[in-house]
């Protein structure tokens, strides 16, 4: 299989992290590229990953990961789950992924907990945040997202590490974006600083159709799916 088209894709949104990076006054070296595998094939993901140096990858849904994990080259690779997780499920991932990018309850985080200390790990969390307070999208208010994280880092967890911060922005434009992921990294910083937490903040923001204005708003982290994996138009997936 030719899989060119990854290498070319790769290279162009690496060069779009360069580039909204310097216009944002951020390092390029601070952002790491995820590649959010839920269109993509197991194939893919290894090429990516072992040939392409791509270390971490994000799975959307539960079933999809279970389905697929054994054929995936693991070693040197980071799988977080960025998709809404119901709290039965928990239990099926728990021993497979290394953060899980979509907290935002306090029932998830109690199954988190329960399924964690069963095995006896420390879960690295994201709360996802919904920071255009869409009804129709997951994820804790702006407004809420203070006191849920002094919830999760109050004691009550011990199982759960918080690393920082996910959202998913609503449609927009380059401005809008910036705007929106403008103002949630400031709520971000500000809820960092003042919990006083001991090692950097993560700050997962922007996908294929935004991660560029996330990049010039600080991110840490995007995720990436369509614009790494769309192939050449006439090409057999």
Request: charged share 30%; with cysteine; net charge negative.
């Amino acid at each position: 299989m030719d899989y060119t088209y990854l290498d070319q894709n790769l290279a162009r949104v690496r060069e779009d992290l360069v580039r909204a990076c310097g216009e944002g006054g951020y390092s390029p070296e601070g952002v790491i590229l995820m590649a959010a595998i839920k269109s993509a094939d197991v194939d893919e993901i290894n090429y990516l990953h072992t040939v392409l140096g791509v270390t971490h990858v994000g799975e959307n849904r539960v079933q999809q990961l279970l389905e697929r994990y054994d054929r995936l080259d693991k070693e040197g690779l980071s799988i977080h789950f960025i998709g809404t997780l119901q709290r039965n499920k928990v239990k099926y991932i728990i021993d497979k992924v290394d953060m899980i990018q979509s907290l935002d309850s306090d029932k998830l985080a109690d199954e988190i907990e329960k399924q964690a200390a069963k095995i006896g790990r420390i879960m690295d969390v994201l709360i996802e945040i919904n920071s255009g307070s869409e009804i129709s999208k997951s994820g804790i208010t702006p407004e809420g997202t203070a006191d849920f994280a002094r919830r999760v880092t109050g004691g009550a967890y011990p199982h759960l590490r918080l690393r920082g911060f996910m959202t998913m922005a609503p449609k927009s434009t380059e401005e809008g974006y910036r705007a929106i992921f403008g103002n949630t990294r400031r709520l971000c910083e500000g809820i960092w600083d003042e919990l006083k937490m001991d090692q950097p903040m993560v700050l997962s923001m922007g996908m294929s159709e935004s991660y560029i204005p996330a990049a010039a708003e600080g991110a840490t982290m995007v995720r990436v799916g369509r614009g790494l994996f769309v192939r050449p138009e006439g090409s057999e997936k």
